[in-house]
């Protein structure tokens, strides 16, 4: 059974940059596919950005090409989203997931793709 915990978010400016993290125990990290989704208030959860195993291969939502980079450390068990030129459009709850495959695929952009979740964190920015 895996465990995530997502850490990093909070308050920022508009412009602003945020790093969040997600610490993973309980599995082999390296054996698995990492994802970010976001969920603002009243709407429903949606992709962010993913990774694969060795992080050689990324894949990112349009809405957040060019500003967010997702990557990982294996040695450290953790998968980072670096979060720059914020909007307020951005603001939402953040969550990492974990999928059971290493590789990403054309439907890697699906929660249900994913078999593991954190709790969340969450992202405001301010105009």
């Known amino acids: 059974q895996v465990q995530l915990v997502e850490s990093g978010g909070g308050l920022v400016q508009a412009g602003g940059s945020l790093r969040l993290s997600c610490a993973a125990s309980g599995g082999t990290f390296s054996n698995n596919a990492m994802g970010w989704f976001r969920q603002a208030p009243g709407k429903e959860r949606e992709f962010v950005a993913a990774?694969?195993?060795?992080?050689?291969?990324?894949y990112y939502a349009d809405s957040v090409k060019g500003r967010f980079i997702i990557s990982r450390e294996n040695a450290k068990n953790t998968v980072y989203l670096q979060m720059n030129s914020l909007k307020p459009e951005d603001t939402a709850v953040y969550y990492c997931?974990?999928?059971?495959?290493?590789?990403?695929?054309?439907?890697?952009?699906?929660?249900?793709?994913?078999?593991?979740w954190g709790q969340g964190t969450q992202v405001t920015v301010s105009s």
């Open positions: 990774i694969n195993w060795n992080g050689a291969s990324t």
């Open positions: 997931a974990a999928d059971r495959r290493r590789y990403l695929s054309a439907t890697s952009d699906r929660s249900n793709e994913y078999d593991y």
